[in-house]
């Protein structure tokens, strides 16, 4: 990221960025949807473990609703990283 140009770094977009601060927001990272993320095949093992650990915890029965919800929109974000890194 351009500290000076940071246009299109998905983590300082539509939020409060704290006074005096620069460079990105790592905690707010979004490698799936930001053109700045660089995700090589070297770092395909780390998001398929995220996936499957993902879709272990989906086929937990008595899931709460919510929960649920939140793991899938994880998994597809985990799902386009995957595809951003593949061949
Ligand atoms: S790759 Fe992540 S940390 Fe870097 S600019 Fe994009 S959203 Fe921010």
Redesign the pocket.
Known sequence: ?DDANPAG????EDDVIPEGHRG???D????SR?G??IVAPAHLPIWTAERASLNELLATPKLPPNRRALLKDHLSEVDLVIRKAGP
């Open positions: 990221m770094a998905k983590c300082l990105p927001l790592i707010r990272c979004q490698p930001c700045n993320s």
